[in-house]
């Protein structure tokens, strides 16, 4: 595969005939822009030439270890390379997570000092961003790794979450920049970072815990299935409906298309359409925002807006994919008190986890374990049936109500059933 | 609410408010509408009638500051001195003026050599793990799989041509972390893992032990040194004991294999959340183009692309038309290992006379 004519790669340490071949192409080669960078920093030519050297052998030559900013325990992912001998600038090369602004937004200031510290302590190379949410800087060894760690603190930034701990959270743009977000997203990751601030730098959990954060159902943070606790854009109440606007879109498109597109793609069968109007039965709207996607000018989210709190997603590692399901089916989050809602919430959930949960047990697989019921119950939320699919189908079930006490016979719970007096059973027939 | 008080080291997250586009700080949660101008390009509405044009770019995530400053650069002339990455890595620009947005895509083009799209019914821009390039578990890597699928599927990027949106991911290790999405592909290994006795003593014992999902791992001694011994006919091959202790090494640049999952997604829409599962399996890790996985991920996308009606994903695209017009329509063998297993497997079989004869 040809070059890029305005490629610069011509460090003669490199050699790299496979990794060459992904510089060809119309994609941006992370390729190309690294051989670039290696006239800079040499350290990346033994970068892309250990690379070379996985690609050749499909094999793998970075170890994983520990290593710990005064003060933090966690944020360095420490890496150190098992062909250090060939190449010794490899040694020790890890990866400073850094918390990035609410929304991956940045000014040019801000992510131009954020290049600055990381080439002058490290290899220079930035990745934006991982899937953990967080900004990674590549290419530090242990003594520049505490240096750098130093000058990003100085200058406002701070390290990310890693092993058991809270996670850096992530968000969408939200109501930066989008209609439909039911809530300040960016707002809300902020609060919870720095409120929880403690939890990230310093891991104490069972294992990780990640907050993501949507304003709306469309789930642009990938919160659903990608953090032990989604939060997630909804409201009560009618949607909004323009009804000119849905003539107008009728008009433009025709009735088929609504119907096609619209009416019979509702999961819940709650709209319908009369003439040009849509009717919407608000009562069985489960806020999937699929009509809105498709008709965004005519509808819109309804105007008392707040949160799904969900809990639970993980990937597939050990007990298999565990999917989110609803913990708290509607929650205000505008004022100080909401707020305090939240925090006192996610205090009790992680108590009771963590009181009770296995090392490197998630939240998820927790309550998998001990059953929802009895997380509920742990944390003192009320059962709610908007947390279920279903009622059980298994009628094998600890009644506490009803059971006739302990062995020694002591009966610990009234009334029983069957200890009732007879009129009462009479009275009710 | 009043402000979290941090301890002395602890800077938290940065403030966005000094991080957004003035017109963002100025319509923040007054935003009214938005309009898709072309591929890439959006115009959003705000109440009082400004208009904020966003221009979405690919780029590759690994970045030297080269590039970096590029961006920063672009931004600086274009959009007031601020930016946004996407959740799936695109950059975005956002700017007021309308007649600078072809100056911009020309800067973009020709500047960064990133292309512009990965808006609405597209394929945006592949989630991606660290793979050979920094991670110490990977069996294949990650941006250059990205870099070679992306090359392929670029029209797919630059054009919106699909009944909704296709969300790709790829994962380096068993532990999946590009997680789940309307195309996946991971690595799988196919035998136990390799013990490396006389290395156990950097590892917890009682950990490697605990983390078996299959309880497949046991503590035994070898040449009078603590270690764990591994029932083979137990083991899943899922390597969580290889991500607790490097001494149990999973991987094998000999058997490993990739393969494609189909139908995750996370969006609330219709159905709602949905798991990915297993389309094609035992395809070569074969850098650096790994041809055979784009062949295969243009198969399935050929077959969406033709079947589904709009807005169905590849999942409900499926579940509409059932897995075995799927396997037809895609050519792909349907074969014992697509059948679940594990505790929650009967779930999966088809438990009503429902067939399409």
Same mark, same amino acid.
């Given at each position: 595969?040809?070059?890029?004519e305005?490629?610069?790669?011509t460090?003669?340490g490199?050699?790299?005939?496979?990794?060459?071949?992904?510089?060809?192409g119309?994609?941006?080669?992370?390729v190309s822009?690294?051989?670039?960078?290696?006239?800079t920093?040499?350290?990346?030519?033994?970068?892309l030439?250990?690379?070379?050297?996985s690609?050749?052998?499909?094999?793998?030559?970075w170890?994983?270890?520990?290593?710990?900013?005064?003060?933090?325990?966690?944020g360095?992912?420490?890496?150190?390379?098992?062909?250090?001998?060939?190449?010794?600038?490899l040694?020790?090369?890890?990866?400073i997570?850094?918390?990035?602004?609410?929304?991956?937004?940045?000014?040019?200031e801000?992510?131009?000092?954020?290049?600055?510290?990381?080439?002058?302590?490290?290899?220079?190379?930035?990745?934006l961003?991982?899937?953990?949410?967080?900004?990674?800087?590549l290419?530090?060894d242990?003594?520049?790794?505490?240096?750098?760690?130093?000058e990003?603190?100085?200058?406002?930034?701070?390290l990310g979450?890693?092993?058991?701990?809270l996670?850096s959270?992530?968000?969408?743009?939200?109501?930066?920049?989008?209609?439909?977000?039911?809530?300040?997203?960016?707002?809300?990751?902020?609060?919870?970072?720095?409120?929880?601030?403690?939890?990230l730098?310093?891991?104490e959990?069972?294992?990780?815990f990640?907050?993501?954060?949507?304003?709306?159902?469309?789930?642009c943070?990938?919160?659903?299935?990608?953090?032990?606790?989604?939060?997630?854009?909804?409201?009560?109440?009618?949607m909004?409906?323009?009804?000119?606007?849905?003539?107008?879109?009728?008009?433009e498109?025709?009735?088929?298309h609504?119907?096609?597109?619209?009416?019979?793609?509702?999961?819940?069968?709650?709209?319908?359409?009369k003439?040009?109007?849509?009717?919407?039965?608000?009562?069985?709207c489960?806020r999937?925002?699929?009509?809105?996607?498709?008709?965004?000018?005519?509808?819109?989210?309804?105007?008392?807006?707040?949160?799904?709190?969900c809990?639970?997603a993980?990937?597939?590692?050990?007990i298999?994919?565990t999917?989110?399901?609803?913990?708290?089916?509607?929650?205000?989050?505008?004022?100080?008190?909401?707020?305090e809602?939240?925090?006192?919430?996610?205090?009790?959930?992680w108590?009771?986890?963590?009181?009770?949960g296995?090392?490197?047990?998630?939240?998820?697989?927790?309550?998998?374990?001990?059953?929802l019921?009895?997380?509920?119950?742990g944390?003192?939320?009320e059962?709610?049936?908007?947390?279920v699919?279903?009622?059980?189908?298994?009628?094998y079930?600890n009644?506490?109500?009803?059971?006739?006490?302990?062995?020694?016979?002591?009966r610990?719970?009234?009334?029983?059933a069957?200890?009732?007096?007879?009129?009462?059973?009479?009275?009710?027939? | 609410?009043?402000?979290?008080?941090?301890?002395?080291?602890?800077?938290?997250? /940065?403030?966005?408010?000094?991080?957004?586009?003035p017109?963002?700080?100025?319509?923040?949660?007054?935003?009214?509408?938005?309009?898709?101008?072309?591929?890439?390009?959006?115009?959003?509405?705000?109440?009082n009638?400004?208009?904020?044009?966003?221009?979405?770019?690919g780029?590759?995530?690994?970045?030297s /500051?080269?590039?970096?400053?590029?961006?920063?650069?672009?931004?600086d002339?274009y959009?007031?001195?601020?930016l946004?990455?996407?959740t799936?890595?695109?950059?975005?620009?956002?700017?007021?003026k309308k007649?600078?947005?072809?100056?911009?895509?020309?800067?973009?083009?020709?500047?960064?050599?990133?292309?512009?799209?990965?808006?609405?019914?597209?394929?945006?821009?592949?989630?991606?793990t660290?793979?050979?390039?920094?991670c110490?578990?990977?069996a294949?890597?990650?941006?250059?799989?990205?870099?070679?699928?992306?090359?392929?599927l670029?029209?797919?990027?630059?054009?919106?041509?699909?009944?909704?949106?296709?969300?790709?991911?790829?994962s380096?290790?068993?532990?999946?972390?590009?997680?789940?999405?309307?195309?996946?592909?991971?690595?799988q290994?196919?035998?136990?893992?390799?013990?490396?006795h006389?290395?156990?003593?950097i590892?917890?014992?009682?950990?490697?032990v605990?983390?078996?999902?299959?309880?497949a791992?046991?503590?035994?001694?070898?040449?009078?040194?603590?270690?764990?011994?591994?029932v083979?006919?137990?083991?899943m091959?899922?390597?969580?004991?290889?991500g607790?202790?490097?001494?149990?090494?999973?991987?094998?640049?000999?058997?490993?294999?990739?393969?494609?999952?189909?139908?995750?997604k996370g969006?609330?829409?219709?159905?709602?959340?949905?798991?990915?599962?297993?389309?094609?399996?035992?395809?070569p890790?074969?850098?650096?183009?790994?041809?055979?996985?784009?062949?295969?991920?243009?198969t399935?996308l050929?077959?969406?692309?033709?079947g589904?009606?709009?807005?169905?994903?590849?999942?409900?695209?499926?579940?509409?038309?059932?897995?075995?017009?799927?396997?037809?329509k895609?050519g792909?063998?349907?074969?014992?290992?697509?059948?679940?297993?594990?505790p929650?497997?009967?779930?999966?079989?088809?438990?009503?006379?429902?067939v399409?004869?």
């Amino acid at each position: 595969m040809a070059k890029k004519e305005d490629d610069k790669g011509t460090n003669p340490g490199l050699n790299t005939p496979l990794l060459d071949q992904l510089e060809g192409g119309p994609w941006p080669s992370f390729v190309s822009d690294l051989k670039q960078w290696s006239e800079t920093k040499p350290q990346v030519a033994q970068l892309l030439n250990q690379l070379e050297e996985s690609y050749e052998n499909r094999w793998n030559y970075w170890t994983g270890t520990v290593l710990n900013v005064s003060g933090y325990g966690g944020g360095v992912i420490a890496r150190l390379s098992d062909k250090a001998e060939k190449y010794p600038d490899l040694a020790e090369f890890h990866t400073i997570r850094v918390i990035p602004p609410p929304g991956f937004v940045y000014s040019t200031e801000r992510l131009r000092n954020l290049a600055d510290i990381c080439e002058k302590h490290g290899a220079g190379i930035l990745q934006l961003h991982g899937l953990t949410g967080d900004a990674l800087a590549l290419g530090f060894d242990n003594e520049s790794t505490f240096a750098a760690a130093e000058e990003l603190m100085a200058n406002g930034w701070d390290l990310g979450g890693s092993g058991a701990a809270l996670r850096s959270l992530q968000c969408c743009v939200g109501q930066a920049r989008c209609e439909m977000a039911c809530f300040d997203t960016m707002k809300t990751t902020r609060f919870l970072t720095n409120h929880y601030i403690d939890f990230l730098h310093r891991p104490e959990f069972m294992y990780k815990f990640k907050i993501k954060i949507s304003g709306c159902a469309n789930d642009c943070a990938n919160a659903m299935i990608g953090s032990d606790m989604p939060i997630m854009g909804t409201w009560r109440g009618p949607m909004q409906i323009d009804q000119e606007k849905v003539a107008e879109y009728i008009e433009e498109k025709g009735i088929e298309h609504v119907i096609d597109n619209v009416i019979t793609r509702c999961p819940t069968r709650c709209i319908s359409v009369k003439g040009k109007q849509l009717l919407v039965d608000d009562e069985n709207c489960v806020r999937c925002m699929h009509c809105i996607n498709v008709m965004h000018k005519a509808l819109k989210p309804g105007k008392d807006q707040g949160v799904t709190i969900c809990l639970g997603a993980k990937r597939t590692l050990k007990i298999g994919d565990t999917m989110s399901s609803v913990i708290v089916p509607f929650l205000k989050l505008d004022s100080e008190k909401d707020f305090e809602n939240l925090t006192d919430l996610i205090d009790r959930m992680w108590e009771f986890w963590n009181d009770n949960g296995m090392d490197h047990e998630r939240i998820g697989e927790f309550i998998a374990r001990v059953g929802l019921g009895t997380f509920l119950e742990g944390c003192g939320i009320e059962p709610d049936p908007r947390m279920v699919q279903s009622t059980r189908t298994s009628p094998y079930i600890n009644f506490e109500e009803l059971a006739p006490g302990n062995f020694e016979g002591e009966r610990t719970q009234q009334p029983k059933a069957w200890n009732r007096e007879p009129e009462t059973r009479e009275s009710t027939s | 609410m009043s402000a979290t008080k941090l301890a002395q080291r602890d800077q938290g997250a /940065p403030d966005y408010t000094k991080c957004l586009h003035p017109a963002m700080v100025k319509n923040y949660g007054k935003w009214m509408e938005h309009e898709r101008i072309r591929p890439g390009v959006l115009v959003y509405t705000a109440e009082n009638g400004d208009k904020l044009y966003t221009v979405r770019a690919g780029s590759p995530r690994t970045m030297s /500051p080269i590039t970096i400053r590029k961006i920063c650069d672009i931004a600086d002339r274009y959009c007031e001195g601020f930016l946004r990455f996407s959740t799936r890595t695109n950059v975005e620009f956002s700017l007021t003026k309308k007649e600078d947005i072809e100056p911009l895509i020309a800067a973009i083009e020709t500047e960064l050599g990133f292309p512009i799209g990965g808006t609405g019914a597209s394929i945006s821009n592949i989630a991606h793990t660290q793979g050979w390039l920094h991670c110490n578990l990977p069996a294949t890597d990650a941006a250059g799989a990205v870099k070679a699928l992306m090359d392929d599927l670029i029209d797919e990027f630059e054009n919106e041509n699909f009944p909704n949106r296709v969300k790709i991911s790829t994962s380096c290790c068993q532990i999946n972390c590009g997680r789940h999405s309307d195309i996946a592909i991971i690595v799988q290994h196919h035998h136990a893992p390799r013990i490396n006795h006389n290395n156990m003593q950097i590892c917890e014992l009682p950990k490697v032990v605990a983390i078996c999902p299959a309880a497949a791992i046991r503590p035994s001694v070898v040449d009078g040194n603590p270690t764990v011994e591994v029932v083979a006919e137990k083991c899943m091959y899922c390597g969580a004991c290889h991500g607790q202790c490097p001494s149990m090494e999973i991987r094998d640049a000999d058997t490993d294999s990739l393969s494609i999952w189909v139908g995750g997604k996370g969006a609330n829409t219709r159905g709602g959340p949905s798991l990915m599962k297993l389309a094609v399996w035992g395809l070569p890790n074969n850098p650096p183009r790994w041809p055979e996985v784009s062949e295969a991920v243009r198969t399935i996308l050929a077959a969406y692309r033709e079947g589904a009606k709009d807005w169905e994903r590849v999942g409900e695209w499926i579940e509409r038309i059932g897995w075995q017009r799927f396997f037809e329509k895609t050519g792909f063998p349907f074969t014992k290992y697509h059948i679940e297993d594990g505790p929650n497997a009967m779930w999966t079989y088809n438990r009503s006379t429902h067939v399409r004869i």
